[in-house]
Nanobody, 126 residues
Framework: VQLQASGGGLVQAGASLRLSCAGS????????MGWFRQAPGKEREFVSG????????FYADSVKGRFTISRDNAKNAVYLQMNSLKPEDTANYYC????????????????????WGQGTLVTVSS
């Protein structure tokens, strides 16, 4: 399975972007999908995740209320709608996949994921 992330770009603070993560080679059903980000000079951090089994969604406190994760079974894709973007959201955003379901604590841990897409860069200017 391969993941292809897209949708990044340069925007001003307050704008919106939607990131996409398309899966190929297998269905994304029966998986847990996560979005992580890494800013320059910082460690990669959890942003959001979704479990296919129960459609439960999880968010980092820093993005709760501004970002929304969703899935499209027909397109075998996961999306991250990012609203009210802030300069501190500037980072490379990565999607990741774990076959099976993860409990909430593991879902936030990048080591729990098996497959990663390439990053898509989001730059938010002030």
């Amino acid at each position: 399975v391969q993941l292809q992330a897209s949708g990044g770009g340069l925007v001003q603070a307050g704008a919106s972007l939607r990131l996409s993560c398309a899966g190929s080679g297998r269905t994304l059903s029966h998986t847990t999908m996560g979005w992580f980000r890494q800013a320059p000079g910082k460690e990669r951090e959890f942003v959001s995740g979704i479990r296919w089994s129960d459609n439960n969604k999880f968010y980092a406190d820093s993005v709760k209320g501004r970002f929304t994760i969703s899935r499209d079974n027909a397109k075998n894709a996961v999306y991250l709608q990012m609203n009210s973007l802030k300069p501190e959201d500037t980072a490379n955003y990565y999607c990741a996949l774990k076959i099976g379901s993860l409990i909430a604590s593991n879902l936030r841990n990048e080591r729990s994921y098996d497959i990663w897409g390439q990053g898509t860069l989001v730059t938010v200017s002030s």
